[in-house]
């Protein structure tokens, strides 16, 4: 099965950094995602890691490491239209497996 | 750039009845993915298609069935609908089925 952690909300400060943590055990591994999702509205992609390490995309950096089942995105210089939720998703291998298996989502709350 | 297109934004129904939600892909992309995504809850992965083919089965009820046509758009089919249906259905598309996922703004279903 397919199990996917993250907390369920944060509280951060208009520019600050936050780190939303992820921690996965699935049955197998093909990568993980990060999505933004604001209310009512599509999730919209931030990153891919499918290799352990750091990849950076502006503000936002994605972490992976897959002997431990973790990730975390970080989000630097917080800004107020960053509050949404963020979705880790996770991709299992196996012929045939490319859909993804979402966590429950972070809500993060940027504040003034 | 475009983006994926989903239609009807929005669609009220009553139980029982029918409801068929359409997906056309960002031009190039080849493979379409359906989740649902209920109130307060992360997407579920219903069903994908690649190259007009069936690809991955995911939490689809069988009151539903769905095909990706020969201009790669798909559509959803929903029979019998019930109370529970209600959410909002998005529609992803990729090109090959290892690469990132875009997701459509969303059809949100409600069944009275």
């Known amino acids: 099965g397919q199990n996917i952690d993250q907390p369920t909300e944060m509280t951060a400060t208009e520019g600050a950094i936050v780190q939303i943590n992820c921690t996965y055990q699935?049955?197998?591994?093909?990568?993980l995602f990060w999505y933004q999702q604001h209310a009512g509205e599509a999730p919209t992609f931030l990153s891919y890691?499918?290799?352990?390490g750091l990849e950076e995309k502006g503000r936002f950096s994605s972490f992976l490491s897959r002997s431990k089942g973790y990730s975390y995105l970080l989000l630097k210089e917080l800004q107020m239209k960053d509050s949404a939720s963020y979705l880790c998703a996770v991709r299992p291998s196996g012929a045939g497996s490319y859909q993804l298996t979402f966590g429950k989502g972070t809500k993060l709350s940027v504040i003034p | 750039a475009a983006g994926v297109i989903q239609s009807p934004r929005h669609l009220i129904k009553e139980k029982r009845e029918t409801a068929t939600l359409k997906c056309y892909p960002i031009?190039?992309?080849?493979?379409v993915y359906w989740y649902q995504q209920g109130p307060g809850q992360d997407p579920q992965f219903l069903i994908s298609?690649?190259?007009?083919?069936?690809?991955d089965k995911g939490s689809i009820p069988d009151r539903f069935s769905a095909q990706q046509f020969s201009d790669y758009h798909s559509e959803l089919n929903m029979s019998s609908l019930e109370l529970g249906d209600s959410a909002l259905y998005f529609c992803?598309?990729?090109?090959?089925?290892?690469?990132?996922?875009?997701f459509g703004p969303g059809t949100r279903l409600t069944v009275l």
């Open positions: 298609f690649y190259e007009k083919m069936q690809s």
């Open positions: 890691n499918v290799l352990d």
């Open positions: 699935t049955s197998g591994f093909n990568g």
């Open positions: 031009p190039r992309h080849d493979t």
């Open positions: 992803a598309s990729s090109l090959g089925r290892a690469n990132e996922q875009f």
